[in-house]
């Protein structure tokens, strides 16, 4: 049974004005993000460490808000849960693998990359009758594709992390997409 369908639609828009808040703030961190990850990915220095640190701790704040949101409607919220965990495991192994090297920290974020796109994928195949989450979807399975090539990188000589602030800025535009249709669906 679509849990959407069951609940009130003021709720449900409402949850979905929360969402397209959220999924705007996530574009905007993003795109700062990698512009500062950008500029300093030739190194692992302090500035480039504390990043990729932050980065799953925003994705984790976020995944709060989510489930808060998705309770709220009696949606789905396993998925993002689960997000929550990764993100906080994500973050200690990026916390380690920065003493480590380039190499460690692709490997690392090779694999939060492909648990996160997976779980992405299937809450944005869950919530597809809520609208926008094609994007949602899409994203999740760029996302796994990408965490392969992030470990696949990190055996070569010239492991950046360059890549790593392109794929965030890739997902925060899905992000925006994302708001963009919800906005639109919340239009009609």
Known sequence: MDTTLATPAHTTASASTALRRLYLVRFAFAAAWAGLLFASADTLGALSATLLVIYPLFDMACAVVDARAANAIGGPVRGLYANIALSALTTAGLAAAAASGIPAVLRVW???????????????????????????????????????????????????????AGYAFLGGVFFLVSALRLNRTAGR
């Open 110 to 164: 090779g694999a939060w990359a492909i648990t996160a796109g997976l779980v992405q994928l299937i809450v944005g195949v869950l919530r597809r009758g809520m609208g926008g989450q094609w994007p949602m979807i899409v994203s999740g399975a760029i996302s796994t594709l990408a965490g392969a090539s992030f470990i696949a990188q990190a055996g070569k000589d010239d492991a950046s992390l360059s890549t790593l």
